[in-house]
């Protein structure tokens, strides 16, 4: 593991400059993105570079760790919405290659096993970037006692709901489920970058990368990945 620790909001920055290098450096670029308050400002500096003519889009294809179930694809809080808002509306992705999993699919086990199969056919993730919830969750992948390997369809914890709720009007429109990769989904990528900001975090970082093992904390599962990075403002 690298753990690179950064001087309060410039995680953002330094995250960006690594994830383009990492961009820059292939061919047909996969990358694994994720929604929530901490990648934003590395978006806004991928974006700085995407209109400076220094990043190409063009030939990245991305898949997002999750999305909610039952929220209208354009509904202002999807992780869709989230994701054209904060990056892909103003970077030259085609959106062809943009990929989420369908919250809202008849089937949504057949959806799972599908998107699954998406990333495979697409040679799987180069880079997958995480945060990390204050429970310790990676993707809506939340504590529990056993490791839900592939994209599957979760139950989303108290916490989750409760801390997601600054987006919604009410609690009570907080999404109850989501789809979201799973651990060895994440886990199969070949790089992992986690960024972690706030003290808030700090000690539930401190367990993810230094404790025990144990889909208790599912970020803990990380340590086991050979190439993780992990950028935070902590000093852990
Ligand atoms: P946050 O969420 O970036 O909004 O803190 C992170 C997460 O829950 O994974």
């Known amino acids: 593991m690298e753990l690179i620790k950064v001087k309060k909001g410039h995680e953002g920055n330094v995250a960006a ?9 292939l061919a047909r670029p996969v990358i694994g993105l994720a929604t929530g308050s901490t990648p934003v400002r590395m978006y806004d500096y991928l974006i700085k570079r995407n209109q400076s003519g220094e990043l190409d889009f ?4 991305s898949f997002n760790l999750d999305e909610y179930c039952g929220l209208p ?20 992705i085609d959106q062809r290659n943009v990929f989420f999993p369908n919250g809202n699919a008849v089937s949504l086990a057949e959806e799972c096993s599908q998107y699954e199969s998406m990333i495979q056919e697409a040679g799987g993730i180069d880079i997958q970037l995480l945060g990390i919830g204050h429970n310790g969750h990676i993707g809506f992948n939340e504590p529990s006692d056993i490791i839900a390997k592939e994209t599957h369809v979760q139950v989303l914890a108290d916490s989750t709901r409760t801390a997601n709720a600054r987006f919604f009007t009410s609690i009570e429109e907080v999404p109850t489920h989501a789809i979201t990769m799973g651990i060895k989904t ?27 093992v144990t889909p208790r904390v599912p970020a803990s599962l990380l340590q086991l990945h050979p190439q993780l990075t992990v950028i935070t403002d902590q000093n852990i």
């Open 17 to 25: 400059v690594l994830f383009a290098d990492e961009i820059k450096a």
């Open 186 to 212: 994440i886990l199969n990528a070949r790089k992992i970058m986690l960024l972690c900001c706030g003290e808030g975090k700090a000690e539930i970082l401190k367990q993810a990368l230094y404790g025990d």
């Open 58 to 61: 063009s030939k990245v294809c």
């Open 73 to 92: 694809k354009v509904h202002p809080q999807s992780y869709y919405s989230f994701m054209q808002e904060h990056l892909f509306k103003y970077v030259n």
